[in-house]
């Protein structure tokens, strides 16, 4: 069972590493959070459960340091202060935590990164809608078919795959490729650089 799962787990890398479009998709999700963070803009995080867990590890990558030491970078995840998420939950409903939070503290320009392997998660739904109406940068995270966050997305991310771990493997995956791109263009590959 343990290399059977192994393998799962390859067999998605390598079709992950044979679709063009998806690595140039890839590296214009850098780009943009290189723009953005250039032009003192925020990159935001957001999921549910163990998206939740990626989001946040993301955001970290970026904000404390991935693979040399550097000044901070403005990124989040949005789910981080729980008596916020626990208000609008209980009072507002969970569809809205996210989308409240977006309508309040993001500006034009910013970078929304949603992580969700059906696509259909419906406060990253809520998310994503409130972010394109600010002008926020919407960033979809998600399994094969990209769900409804397809059609909201300004960059799809859609992992070809439907099966959950492996989904939430390959996020993780390429979104430190994306924080060591991020990283290495900003500053350098030394990190002599320290002014985003």
Do not use: W
């Not at 079709?15 to 890839?26: F, P, S, V």
């Not at 959950?164 to 390959?170: D, F, K, L, N, V």
Request: with cysteine.
């Amino acid at each position: 069972m343990i290399q059977t799962k192994i393998q799962s787990s390859i067999a998605v890398k390598q079709a992950i590493l044979t679709d063009k479009d998806l690595l140039r998709r890839t590296e214009a999700v850098a780009a943009c959070m290189v723009r953005a963070l250039r032009t003192g803009h925020r990159v935001l995080f957001c999921g549910n459960g163990g998206s939740a867990a990626d989001a946040q590890h993301l955001a970290a990558e970026l904000s404390g340091r991935f693979y040399f030491d550097r000044a901070p970078l403005n990124a989040e995840a949005l789910h981080c202060n729980t008596s916020y998420l626990t208000a609008v939950a209980n009072d507002y409903g969970y569809d809205h935590i996210y989308s409240r939070m977006i309508n309040g503290a993001c500006t034009r320009g910013d970078v929304l990164v949603g992580l969700s392997t059906s696509g259909n998660s419906a406060n990253i739904l809520n998310a994503f809608e409130t972010a394109r109406n600010i002008g926020v940068i919407t960033v979809a995270f998600t399994g094969s078919t990209g769900g409804k966050l397809k059609t909201l997305a300004d960059y799809l991310i859609n992992v070809p795959s439907d099966d959950t771990p492996r989904i939430q493997e390959a996020h993780i995956m390429l979104g430190h490729i994306i924080c060591e791109m991020v990283e290495e263009t900003i500053f350098g590959k030394s990190g002599n650089d320290q002014n985003p």
